[in-house]
Nanobody
């Protein structure tokens, strides 16, 4: 079992930047594939980015590619999401998630049901 806690959300203007953090409990953080998802009001939860166990592979949704960067620090049990050039359509609650088997397949890593543990989310609001 792992517990995830997101932080770093807030209100930012269009074009601004935020860095989200997700701290994980436990000693097995490096065994998990980690992902970020988001959910806007009235919409389904959607994939944002994922990173493999040691950070060697990353994968992004087309909507954020080139603007967002996912990274991790296994020594700190933390995964990050650097968000630049933010747009109003990025407004959502952002969730981090952990996939406990360390699987990283492009065909499935964007599917929310691949993940076993979820944080409570952090709100990101981008004003126009």
């Amino acid at each position: 079992q792992v517990q995830l806690a997101e932080s770093g959300g807030g209100l930012v203007q269009t074009g601004g930047s935020l860095r989200l953090s997700c701290a994980a409990s436990g000693r097995t953080f490096s065994t998990y594939t980690m992902g970020w998802f988001r959910q806007a009001p009235g919409k389904e939860r959607e994939f944002v980015a994922a990173i493999s166990r040691f950070g060697g592979s990353t994968y992004y949704a087309e909507s954020v590619k080139g603007r967002f960067t996912i990274s991790r620090d296994n020594a700190k049990n933390t995964v990050y999401l650097q968000m630049n050039s933010l747009k109003p359509e990025d407004t959502a609650v952002y969730y981090c998630a952990a996939e406990r088997y360390g699987t990283f397949r492009v065909a499935t890593i964007a599917q929310y049901d691949q993940y076993d543990y979820w944080g409570q989310g952090t709100q990101v609001t981008v004003s126009s």
